[in-house]
């Protein structure tokens, strides 16, 4: 009976302990609701932020199509987007198809007889780089992998003899291959590629690059839609007809293009919003994320506006070219107007209060002034809430930049003791915020 009674005075008392501990914890919480009132912070990071504008945009280049008449197979004696001079061959002309791949392999082992030759010397020769192969190794990889994610399946064989060269020096310098052993192969290389030509017809023409340029496989029938000399007269409605068309009429002929000179054009169309951006600015970067992994520099040399439509057709003058770039036409472009660094606030963060603020006037009398609707946010210093005030340059992408050096004009207009610092806490979601809150 005692024990029945002991037991169920021991359930009571844990029952009651069981109540009390989340009664305690219950207003603990309620406790830290009240004191923190469920604020979200963010840490006030230095950072830059770019002020872009996604557009379309159409390239304009000089250049020169190729539509040689020939008969036979042709066989490009140049890769896709490679320099070439002006009379350089681009392409063989030969009677039969077995013929082209012939002469494809003998070039191949040319090749690879010229690189091996290197590596068929002694290696005093070489081993001076040794330091900066494994570099090499790297960035030929590098190439490699690029050309491949780009889909330029024509430039890797480039890139990959390049790669294939440089680990071979690498076994050469480490000890695992000779020099000798290179000789050697480079003597069966040579009997290879002789027993190959000997047993094949010859080229019967070549078709010569009539420009130095970037040669471009293909062409689009858009080369000669606008002339370089009216680029910058180019209208918002013509610029729309352009931006419709995919493709022009290509001859059955043609081999290719190249483009001539290294300064091109790309034309944008944008709408009153958009150019307000454009005040003041004269040079900017372009993306074309689509085509290029390039940041390509350009200068603003053309705007005309149609009153009609508020449209205007902008023109940037670009002076980097590469093999890519040389096959763009009809593309997404990103227009870089500007960038801008600071502390980068969440947009969230801003408020704007009247603050009283004292100054001291001409008899060294105190005085008390309010300046209204100041811009600042909320940091957390020491358990307390602190409003600062801030100076932004651009509010971008939902972020406010804000300056940490403020100019002498900033300096006399700050009411606030300081305004905000890197790595502050700054808050960004909150009720009841006020100057001096305790925090926890």
């Not at 399946?153 to 480490?174: D, H, I, N």
């Not at 096959?327 to 947009?347: A, F």
């Amino acid at each position: 009976m005692n024990n029945r009674k002991l037991y169920a005075a021991a359930m009571i008392i844990m029952s009651l302990l069981v109540i009390v501990s989340v009664a305690f914890s219950a207003v603990n919480r309620r406790a830290d609701s009240f004191t923190n009132n469920n604020l979200i912070t963010e840490e006030a990071l230095y950072g830059e932020v770019v002020d872009s504008i996604q557009t379309q945009g159409f390239a304009i280049r000089m250049e020169s199509v190729i539509n040689p008449n020939y008969t036979g197979v042709l066989n490009y004696r140049v890769a896709n987007g490679s320099r070439v001079s002006s009379g350089g061959v681009i392409a063989d002309i030969f009677m039969s198809e077995s013929d082209a791949a012939a002469q494809n392999m003998a070039d191949r082992m040319e090749r690879e007889i010229q690189s091996l030759s290197a590596l068929s010397r002694p290696m005093d020769a070489y081993v001076s780089a040794s330091t900066a192969l494994g570099e090499q190794i790297y960035d030929d990889l590098s190439d490699v992998m690029l050309d491949i994610q780009q889909g330029d399946f024509s430039g890797v064989t480039q890139t990959k003899e390049a790669l294939l060269l440089s680990l071979s020096r690498k076994q050469v310098l480490s000890g695992q291959e000779s020099a000798e052993d290179y000789a050697q192969r480079v003597s069966e290389l040579k009997r290879e590629k002789d027993s190959i030509t000997n047993g094949t017809g010859q080229s019967m023409n070549s078709i010569k690059a009539p420009k130095a340029g970037y040669f471009i496989t293909y062409a689009d029938g858009l080369e000669r839609t606008v002339s370089i000399d009216e680029v910058e007269n180019l209208t918002p409605k013509k610029l729309e007809q352009l931006l419709s068309e995919e493709k022009g009429t290509v001859s059955q002929q043609c081999i290719g293009k190249i483009c001539e000179d290294f300064k091109w054009y790309m034309a944008c169309l944008f709408d009153d919003d958009a150019m307000i951006k454009f005040e003041g600015v004269e040079e900017v970067t372009l993306d074309i994320p689509f085509a290029s992994t390039a940041t390509i520099p350009a200068k603003v040399v053309a705007r005309n506006r149609d009153a009609d439509s508020g449209k205007t057709v902008v023109v940037f003058e670009c002076t980097y070219m590469d093999s890519d770039l040389a096959t763009v036409r009809n593309e997404n472009v990103q227009v870089n107007v500007k960038t801008y660094s600071g502390v980068l606030v969440n947009e969230k963060a801003l408020r704007f209060l009247d603050i009283e603020y004292q100054e001291t006037d001409e008899k060294d009398n105190t005085v008390t002034k309010v300046k209204e609707n100041v811009k600042g946010v909320y940091v957390v210093y020491g358990g307390q809430l602190e409003f600062v005030q801030v100076f932004t340059e651009k509010d971008v992408n939902g972020y406010a930049v804000c300056k940490l050096e403020l100019s002498e004009d900033e300096q006399k207009n700050l009411v606030t003791d300081h305004t905000i610092r890197l790595y502050d806490k700054v808050v960004v979601g909150g009720v009841d915020l006020y100057d001096g809150k305790v925090v926890r």
